[in-house]
């Protein structure tokens, strides 16, 4: 479990585990998060001089962020990445249990490995390119 700090000043909580019914790693929450708050400081990452699976687009750069490479991709995700402030926000509520997601499509100005989304979401876009 890692601890990141809100924008209210207290230490939140999230952990890195296998989804149930997936057979990859992802973000969950291990407290609750506020619509509006942040859920992880991408301003920590290593700055990746190529894209790849693992990095994060921010305004400047593409970052390999030691937490957020295990953020996965949903098309009605819980997350945004604000990209100026190199902050991940919280889109809704974000309940303990709950996947840490954001868009890959609306984050990412080029899918370094195209892929078909198996989200599950009423609005899932099929496959995620650029």
Avoid: Q
């Amino acid at each position: 479990m890692w601890l990141t700090k809100s924008n209210l000043g207290i230490m939140k909580a999230f952990g890195i585990g296998a989804g149930e019914g997936k057979g990859f790693l992802g973000v969950y929450a291990a407290n609750f998060f506020k619509e509006g708050e942040i859920v992880m400081d991408l301003s920590i990452g290593d700055v990746s001089s190529i894209r790849d699976l693992r990095t994060i687009e921010l305004s400047t750069r593409h970052i390999d962020h030691p937490f957020g490479r295990y953020v996965n991709h949903h098309c009605d995700p819980t997350c945004f990445i604000d990209k100026n402030r190199e902050l991940m926000i919280a889109l809704r509520d974000i309940n303990i249990g709950d996947e840490i997601t954001f868009d890959y499509s609306l984050n990412e100005s080029s899918i370094a490995a195209p892929f078909e989304c198996s989200c599950g979401a009423p609005n899932c876009k099929g496959v995620i390119s650029k």
